[in-house]
């Protein structure tokens, strides 16, 4: 796909997106792949030459660097005190909430089923490992896995 501004989606040049994805204003830039079954919201960006794999969940307030692999089924959280209804009992809106934003640095790598809670920064060609469960800031060039992830190097 080209330059394109899709139900405010902005893509950049040969974005790749497989079939059943939803997107809504989020931004996602040139060569970038995006898997089966992947859902980014608004406010969004996922950078150059990423792959986001299939099953993936990437919600309002993360962002995404350049050259970062995504495995499948990660999930990230951007509420740190998640409700259904607000305080009179009534469901919950966009006012009720604030975003906590996440980044994912240059050349990181988040693998299959990890889930990233909101606040938190994945450093430059940091590595996740499968399954993990991220709550605090993993520095650059190290690797951590585990429930809660651990530095392991």
């Not at 030459?49 to 969940?57: A, E, L, P, V, Y």
């Not at 988040?110 to 499968?130: D, F, Q």
Request: proline content about 2%.
């Amino acid at each position: 796909m080209e330059n394109k501004n899709i139900n405010n989606v902005k893509l950049g040049k040969n974005v790749k997106i497989y079939d059943f994805v939803n997107l809504y204003g989020c931004s996602i830039d040139d060569n970038t792949k995006i898997g089966t079954f992947v859902e980014i919201q608004k406010n969004s960006f996922v950078g150059k030459n990423c792959k986001i794999s299939s099953h993936t969940f990437i919600c309002e307030g993360v962002e995404i660097e350049d050259n970062v692999f995504i495995g499948h089924n990660v999930t990230f959280i951007n509420d740190k005190y998640p409700r259904a209804t607000n305080e009179t009992g009534e469901m919950q809106s966009e006012e009720d909430w604030v975003v906590t934003k996440t980044l994912v640095k240059k050349g990181a790598s988040v693998g299959s089923s990890a889930t990233i809670l909101c606040g938190v920064v994945i450093g430059e060609n940091a590595i996740v490992g499968a399954g993990s469960v991220v709550t605090k800031n993993v520095l650059p060039n190290s690797t951590v896995a585990g429930v809660p992830a651990k530095r392991l190097k």
